[in-house]
């Protein structure tokens, strides 16, 4: 089996440095970790994860928490985590976070107290006091994205904001029979992780839906509640287009919920967007198939920032260095207050129009 001296042999230098290279760490020429990781590979040489741990005191692992593993949103902002720290030899450990409070329980006191990672990474999930103390008390670098509030570094997208741009672009289309979809989030007398009307992303985009219908002077803004996903989307546009006054248009707070509105549409004849027009929101790659106009909030561009800020958190400035360049304006945010980071961007396609007549 190939050893770290045999690296070092073939590319001429000392054992310590081939370490270095092959670690990313300590100051180096870029030429000489060139040389260096070109003779490892030429050799079929594999650091032990057990012994490069032991000499650095680091895994290599950065643990991701995320509440749904198998949403095309997560599933592209774990790509581009992936896409960031991969070639700095970083592994990934996926954590599910579900709302039984006993796994949530095991997971902050125990899985995550193991020692298997560096670093954790929060996607998009509601914490209560007890875990954001819990994450806090790891001695590890720890990042939310997405997470709706305070109390811990984090990335996010500004998404009452969100709910205000895909509303007016409605607006200024001549919609004023506008209705939102999106996942209604309530708190039990027990206060259920995961259920803050007050910080939570979907109570956001509604926020910015009927503050923009407001400030328009429309109707009374409907929301119908649904699950993010293509059938909730569905079966509440039914109710929608089956009722006796049906909108003009329809804002699902997700691309996937606006999915399922196309086929309920597409069901009783409704056409779009001379009928109705519909937006969603999240960029999804087969929005540009559905010709469906969406808020783009650059989901896998959110995983490379995420695990970039993750790198220089750690330290590793280099590794940081080599994504977008980093700004104050992309560093993570402790504090509800501060303006958001990540940007987003309307994209108009075929399903918006102004209103039939």
């Known amino acids: 089996m190939t050893s770290l001296d045999d690296v070092a042999r073939a590319a001429g230098v000392s054992t310590a440095t081939a370490s270095r290279a092959l670690s990313g760490r300590g100051r180096i020429s870029a ?4 040389r260096v990781r070109a003779a490892a590979e030429a050799l079929g040489y594999v650091a032990s994860a057990t012994a490069s741990s032991l000499a650095s ?3 290599q692992n950065i643990g991701v928490v995320v509440p749904i593993m198998d949403r095309w949103f997560f599933a592209s902002v774990l790509d581009g985590i992936a896409t960031r720290l991969a070639p700095r030899g970083y592994d990934l450990t996926l954590y599910n976070l579900t709302d039984d409070p006993d796994q949530r329980r095991r997971l902050f006191d125990t899985s995550l107290r193991r020692g298997r990672v560096d670093g954790v990474i929060v996607l998009s999930v509601a914490l209560t006091d007890d875990e954001i103390a819990a994450l806090g008390g790891l001695g590890r670098p720890v990042l939310g994205l997405g997470v709706p ?3 811990l570094p984090a990335l996010r997208v500004d998404d009452t904001a969100v709910g205000r741009a895909a509303t007016e672009h409605l607006l200024g289309l001549g919609h004023r029979r506008i ?3 999106g996942q209604s989030v309530t708190t039990d007398a027990a206060g259920t992780p995961g259920r803050t009307p ?3 992303i979907p109570t956001r985009r509604r926020r910015g839906f009927e503050a923009a219908m407001a400030d328009a002077g429309a109707p009374a803004a409907v929301f119908v509640p649904a699950d993010f996903t293509v059938a909730g989307g569905h079966d509440a546009a039914a109710r929608l287009l089956d009722g006796d006054e049906p909108p003009t248009a329809i804002f699902a707070a997700s691309d ?3 999915y399922g509105v196309l086929t309920a549409a597409r069901e009783r004849d409704v056409h779009v967007p001379r009928d109705l027009s519909v937006i969603g929101v999240d960029g999804h790659d087969l929005g540009g198939l559905f ?3 969406t808020i783009d909030q650059f989901p896998h561009a959110q995983g490379e920032r995420a695990a970039e800020a993750m790198l220089a958190m750690l330290g590793d400035q280099a590794a940081a260095g ?4 980093a700004s104050d304006a992309d560093s993570p945010r402790r504090t509800e207050a501060s303006e958001p980071a990540l940007p987003f961007s309307l994209v108009v396609r075929g399903t918006t129009a102004p209103p039939r007549g």
Not at 31 to 34: D, H, K, P, V, Y
Not at 322 to 325: I, K, L, P, V
């Open 322 to 325: 080599e994504g977008a360049a």
């Open 57 to 59: 005191g680091r895994a």
């Open 31 to 34: 030429a000489t970790r060139a």
């Open 256 to 258: 996937e919920m606006a």
């Open 179 to 181: 209705a939102h979809i």
């Open 149 to 151: 509030r305070g109390g």
């Open 291 to 293: 010709e469906l106009t």
């Open 198 to 200: 007050d910080v939570d």
